[in-house]
């Protein structure tokens, strides 16, 4: 089993739909959560930090249930721009540790 | 947010040749980086952590006589990849994370063709 499992996609979708994205993670002593997108072609690029308290950015909402390993992310009113691979990313530490990536959800939004 | 470098972004080369990737940490002092493959339509492969002023733990299957990286400076790190073969071609990534952050920054990748 991976450490770190999302859905395997991928999800298409039209303009101003609502998807969300689910990763579970197995070490139960992870101790920081993220989720990063990638453009084709390009480095992943910080999308959000997830908390056990959840926290929203705009359209998107990152939730973490630690009692379950589960992180998701919500998407709302979708736009093409956000066609991307989104990225669950877990660290075992919170400083210096090395982080375990997902094999990443990829999204396409069309019009 | 904190902004990491690549250079070079795209190296074309022969086999048996060496490529030297070099990550650079613009505006924060990076205690740790780390050094990522991915291979197309693949996930990122975690090959090596660096660490300034020692050496580099290597992930299990990752050669290091053949991916040598030095961290020397607290905003330097780099990897190279010695006589480079054709299966050695991906797109090679680093990024960086500060003594206080859990956050890692990613650089702008550099793309290997060994040909």
């Known amino acids: 089993r991976k450490e770190v499992e999302q859905d395997p996609g991928p999800f298409n979708v039209p303009e101003g739909a609502t998807v969300a994205f689910n990763c579970t993670y197995s070490n139960s002593a992870s101790q920081s959560f993220f989720w990063y997108r990638q453009d084709c072609r390009k480095e992943p690029k910080l999308l959000m930090s997830?908390?056990?308290s959840g926290n929203e950015d705009g359209r998107f909402t990152a939730q973490l249930n630690r009692a379950s390993q589960y992180i998701s992310l919500l998407i709302r009113d979708s736009k093409l721009s956000d066609s991307a691979t989104y990225l669950c990313v877990v660290n075992k530490d919170t400083n210096a540790g090395k982080s375990t990536f997902g094999d990443g959800t990829t999204l396409t939004v069309k019009p | 947010g904190a902004v990491v470098s690549q250079h070079p972004s795209r190296v074309i080369c022969k086999s048996g040749t060496s490529v030297k990737i070099e990550c650079r940490s613009l505006d924060f002092q990076a205690t740790t980086m780390f050094w990522y493959r991915q291979f197309p339509k693949q996930s990122l492969m975690l090959m090596a952590t660096s660490n300034e002023g020692s050496k580099a733990t290597y992930e299990q299957g990752v050669e290091k006589d053949k991916f040598l990286i030095n961290h020397a400076s607290l905003t330097l790190s780099t990897l190279t990849v010695t006589s480079a073969h054709p299966e050695d071609s991906s797109f090679y990534i680093c990024?960086?994370?500060?003594?206080?952050?859990?956050?890692?920054?990613f650089g702008p990748g550099t793309r290997l063709l060994v040909l």
């Open positions: 997830v908390y056990s």
């Open positions: 990024s960086a994370r500060d003594y206080h952050g859990e956050t890692q920054y």
